[in-house]
Nanobody
Framework: QVQFAETGGGLVQPGGSLRLSCAAS????????VGWYRQAPGKARESVAV???????NYADSVKGRFTISRESAENQVYLQLNSLKPEDTAVYYC?????????WGQGTQVAVSS
């Protein structure tokens, strides 16, 4: 059974940084394209960043240049470095395969950007 667990969220001021971690069980992440997603209050969940098994990355225009997705195959984890955070980045952040497996959504980790 595939499960994802996201950690690392928190409350930061605008311009601050966070590093989110995604640990997977029941699958080996390095064989798959993995994505980070987010859902803000009252909005649909959206893709933020993806990384392929070959290490190719792609980002939503809204986070390009500020967020960085990476993976550590030995630890079966994927990370999302969030820099220059803005209030509009406030959301619950999730990781999943890309395209996402609907049964694999975890609890997510809350990121709140506020002064």
């Amino acid at each position: 059974q595939v499960q994802f667990a996201e950690t690392g969220g928190g409350l930061v001021q605008p311009g601050g940084s966070l590093r989110l971690s995604c640990a997977a069980s029941g699958t080996i992440l390095r064989f798959f394209t993995v994505g980070w997603y987010r859902q803000a209050p009252g909005k649909a969940r959206e893709s933020v960043a993806v990384i392929t098994s070959g290490g190719i990355t792609n980002y939503a225009d809204s986070v390009k240049g500020r967020f960085t997705i990476s993976r550590e195959s030995a630890e079966n984890q994927v990370y999302l470095q969030l820099n220059s955070l803005k209030p509009e980045d406030t959301a619950v952040y999730y990781c999943n395969l890309s395209p996402p497996g609907h049964a694999y959504w975890g609890q997510g980790t809350q990121v709140a950007v506020s002064s």
